[in-house]
């Protein structure tokens, strides 16, 4: 079998980094090899270059500076993790990848789409996901799990720089995302987050199983 990249998308608290665990673990019992990882992150310097994006004390950043850095990032990640990984016929499992630079730095942050599309020619190298699952819902709704997250793991003032922004930033982000989704249905797939957790693990992946299917 081929190597699958998976991408897992949404706002904060639609409860994707829980999903992708529980795919994971599914897939690993089945007997596929998998790289779970995720953006920004998923190296030691691009892990550096999460800690500057996320740190509440980075406020003044600049979209464009912004953008800079998760495509160096990006690019960092896929040198070093993904290629790698999907050349040795693995299943790449990412939390976060080029989709939510479009969703945060484009249709939040409102850079224009021809700037971001020029900076992920150079990050990427033309590199998609074969699937792509979006878990859906109300930016109040995700807000408020991510704080009631943040409270029950007694993390005292843990919110990262977007998890402080502003509702309606967040809902820009939900609309950028539902029209990446429109844009590109055979590709992502959307699934209601305030479904059951065990109720979505099991759509999620029905439709890996049928992606793997395609792709074996």
């Not at 529980?22 to 999460?50: A, C, W, Y």
């Not at 109040?140 to 930033?169: M, P, T």
């Not at 809902?171 to 844009?183: D, H, M, N, P, T």
């Amino acid at each position: 079998m081929a190597g699958i990249f998976i991408t897992f998308e949404g706002i904060e608290g639609c409860g994707k980094t829980t999903q992708i665990r529980l795919l994971n673990e599914e897939l690993r019992s089945m007997g596929f090899s998998t790289v779970l990882t995720r953006e920004p992150g998923g190296t030691p310097i691009s892990e550096k270059i999460r800690a500057i994006l996320l740190d509440p004390a980075s406020s003044k950043i600049s979209p464009k500076t912004e953008l800079l850095l998760y495509a160096a990032g990006r690019n960092q990640h896929i040198c070093e993790v993904i290629s790698p990984a999907l050349a040795s016929d693995k299943i790449v499992l990412c939390d976060r990848y080029a989709d939510a630079t479009k969703a945060y730095q484009g249709a939040a942050r409102e850079i224009a789409p021809e700037i971001i599309e020029s900076i992920h020619r150079i990050a990427t190298d033309g590199l998609m996901p074969d699937l792509t699952i979006l878990l859906d819902c109300d930016a109040e709704v995700g807000l408020s799990r991510a704080i009631k997250r943040n409270s029950e793991e007694s993390i005292s003032g843990s919110s990262d720089r977007f998890e402080r922004e502003k509702v309606e930033f967040h809902q820009r982000v939900r609309e950028g995302y539902l029209k990446i989704s429109a844009s590109e249905p055979g590709r992502v797939k959307v699934f209601d987050a305030t479904e059951a957790p065990s109720v979505i693990h099991s759509q999620i992946l029905s439709e890996v199983k049928r992606k793997i299917g395609n792709t074996g």
